[in-house]
């Protein structure tokens, strides 16, 4: 059974920052691409960040320069450093994988096959 669990969330003052970890279990992600997205209450969920297997990343343009994904193959899991956090950035945040490589940037949400239950991030200002 996949599993994939987050940890890190929490509550942080504007301008602060978090490390937001996903544990993934029940087959090898070496392969997949890995990504973050976060929904806020009465939106849709939207694209954060996303890595390759290679390692190559992207990110949305709201986060572009504050925030870092990055995996470790080895241990199957995906950190994504968030700095210099904004109120705008209170969410659930979900880490998510792929079945397979076939989509080269995925960056909706109903191209990825496995998600974690999420974690709570709240901004105050």
């Known amino acids: 059974q996949v599993q994939l669990v987050e940890s890190g969330g929490g509550l942080v003052q504007a301008g602060g920052s978090l490390r937001l970890s996903c544990a993934a279990s029940?087959?090898?992600?070496?392969?997949?691409?890995m990504g973050w997205f976060r929904q806020a209450p009465g939106k849709e969920r939207e694209f954060v960040a996303l890595?390759?297997?290679?390692?190559?990343?992207y990110y949305s343009d709201s986060v572009k320069g504050r925030f870092t994904i990055s995996r470790d193959n080895a241990k199957n899991t995906v950190l994504l450093q968030m700095n210099s956090l904004k109120p705008e950035g209170t969410a659930v945040y979900y880490c998510?994988?792929?079945?397979?490589?076939?989509?080269?940037?995925?960056?909706?949400?109903?191209?990825?096959?496995?998600w974690g239950q999420g974690t709570q991030v709240t901004v105050s200002s």
């Open positions: 998510a994988a792929t079945a397979t490589n076939n989509i080269i940037t995925p960056r909706r949400a109903e191209e990825y096959a496995y």
């Open positions: 029940g087959r090898t992600f070496t392969s997949a691409r």
């Open positions: 890595s390759r297997s290679g390692g190559t990343t």
